[in-house]
């Protein structure tokens, strides 16, 4: 009877992984910003986008000004500034170096009342007083708008991890992301949004878990008094 049990406890547990997994898959397309028309990894020094294009696949440059670009820019470029998240990333700077920055914007797939969380990475270079922090940007997630500040210290590219929980209102999602605050670098990389599981789906995975091991511990008993 435990080995059915636990048979059936085994494929539930794995149908809500899977669902779980579902929920999480392609929310944001081209999160570390690899891919898209001439990407700077293919050879450039950085590639400069003008407010309303689509170059980078999914995303949609939004601010700055008329005249100037967005910096799309690749690991080895002449700033000396780098990402650990793939080879390519952004400076919402741009190439004017001066406020109104640079942003980026793409819509996701969402369910009504569900609750996410947004994750990114923002970077600063503090071996050059031109790229150092504090930095910041504002993001807007459906309803909600927030300022991450980033105040990292120490030397080198610098990479800290910022987080924004939402819930969707909406089956479609701005996700957008705007520079507020910097000297000539504001670093964007590694972005993803992942939907939160629901407390039943932790109690069914927690239950599911307790069953099995319990289980196999009945087996392991059985065979060691026989």
């Known amino acids: 009877m435990c080995f059915k049990v636990q048979k059936v406890t085994l494929t539930l547990l794995a149908l809500v ?10 929310l944001i397309v081209n999160g570390s910003f690899e891919t898209g028309t001439n990407p700077p990894s293919q050879g450039s020094n950085g590639v400069a986008l003008l407010t309303g294009s689509t170059a980078i696949t999914g995303w949609t440059v939004i601010g700055g000004t008329s005249g100037d670009g967005l ?14 998240f793939g080879n390519d990333f952004l400076d919402l700077t741009g190439y004017h170096d001066n406020a109104p920055y640079f942003g980026v914007s793409q819509s996701i797939s969402t369910v009504v009342g569900q609750a996410y969380t947004l994750s990114l990475d923002l970077g600063v270079d503090e071996s050059n007083s031109l790229y150092s922090g504090p930095i910041a940007v504002q993001v807007m997630a459906g309803p909600v708008t927030q300022t991450l500040t980033d105040t990292s210290t120490g030397t080198g590219n610098i990479w800290t991890a910022f987080n924004v929980n939402f819930t969707a209102t909406s089956t479609s999602t701005t996700i957008s992301i705007q520079g507020t605050q910097g000297n000539q670098y504001i670093g964007l990389d590694n972005v ?15 239950m599911a878990t307790m ?16």
């Open 71 to 84: 910096a799309w820019l690749p690991n080895g470029n002449s700033y000396g500034v780098s990402t650990p």
């Open 17 to 26: 992984i899977w669902l779980a997994g579902e929920s999480r898959a392609g």
């Open 192 to 206: 993803s949004v992942a939907a939160v599981p629901e407390p039943s789906t932790l109690i069914m995975v927690g």
């Open 211 to 226: 069953i099995v091991g319990a289980c196999s511990w009945a087996r392991r008993r059985n065979r060691s008094t026989t």
